[in-house]
């Protein structure tokens, strides 16, 4: 595999239902986000994870929980979701500096339905 | 706090011609910009990366121009093809509390017509 892998790809759930969406970097990259991209909004910034610690939290709510056990892997983990979270989830990953940004690269996205 | 704006929302031309899209920010105190394409319900593909100190970049049939100070970058493709369909983002890269974040515009729709 290479690049920024995302599973499940499609996701439905319940209101009631816990669920996590996973993403995967072979990038060698220290820095990984989560994003939200509903219809006809622009990218939401969500989180923020820098060397495994979490350096922004886009003011979201608390049925999202983000989860970085290493510089390769990011979770979010999801609970009572209500159907507006129904969204594309991606994750991106870049190598953070001094200098200038990093360029981000995307994985695929999850596509997740609340009913 | 940062806006980008992509007009237009969408454009469809004929294959072959060459087209223009555009980009607007807010805030001219950016350390990048990034040209993305998006198919239909996949995730994002980077196209091109301008860092602030620079005006252009090229890539192939690509060529990203950035204009700090007027707040303004321009995507211009060369020889459309019908592969060429997919929606633009631009985003702008900053720096927030020495957090690295890019700010996205809402796309433009793109429809190369055979």
């Known amino acids: 595999e290479t690049g920024v892998t995302q599973t499940p790809r499609h996701l439905v759930m319940g209101m009631t239902n816990k669920k996590s969406l996973k993403c995967e970097q072979h990038?060698?990259?220290?820095?990984m986000y989560w994003y939200k991209q509903s219809a006809k909004k622009p990218l939401e910034l969500m989180f923020v994870?820098?060397?495994?610690?979490?350096?922004e939290n886009n003011s979201v709510p608390s049925r999202f929980s983000p989860e970085c056990p290493n510089s390769s892997h990011l979770f979010l983990h999801l609970h009572t979701l209500q159907p507006e979270d129904s969204a594309l989830y991606l994750c991106?990953?870049?190598?953070?500096?001094?200098?200038?940004?990093?360029?981000?690269?995307f994985g695929p996205g999850t596509r997740l339905t609340v009913l | 706090k940062q806006e980008v704006t992509q007009i237009p929302a969408a454009l469809s031309v004929p294959e072959g011609e060459n087209l223009v899209l555009n980009c607007s920010f807010t805030?001219?105190?950016?350390?990048?910009l990034q040209w993305f394409r998006q198919d239909p319900g996949k995730g994002l593909t980077s196209l091109l990366l301008?860092?602030?100190?620079?005006r252009e970049q090229t890539s192939g049939r690509l060529n990203a121009s950035l204009d700090k100070s007027s707040g303004r970058s321009t995507l211009y493709i060369a020889a459309s093809q019908p592969g060429d369909s997919a929606t633009y983002l631009c985003?702008?890269?900053?720096?927030?509390?020495?957090?690295?974040?890019?700010?996205f515009g809402t796309g433009t729709r793109l429809t190369i017509i055979p």
């Open positions: 994870y820098n060397f495994k610690e979490q350096t």
């Open positions: 301008i860092q602030s100190s620079q």
């Open positions: 985003a702008v890269g900053t720096l927030v509390f020495g957090n690295e974040k890019l700010t």
């Open positions: 991106a990953s870049s190598q953070p500096s001094g200098g200038p940004i990093g360029e981000q690269f």
């Open positions: 805030d001219s105190a950016i350390y990048n």
């Open positions: 990038l060698g990259h220290n820095a």
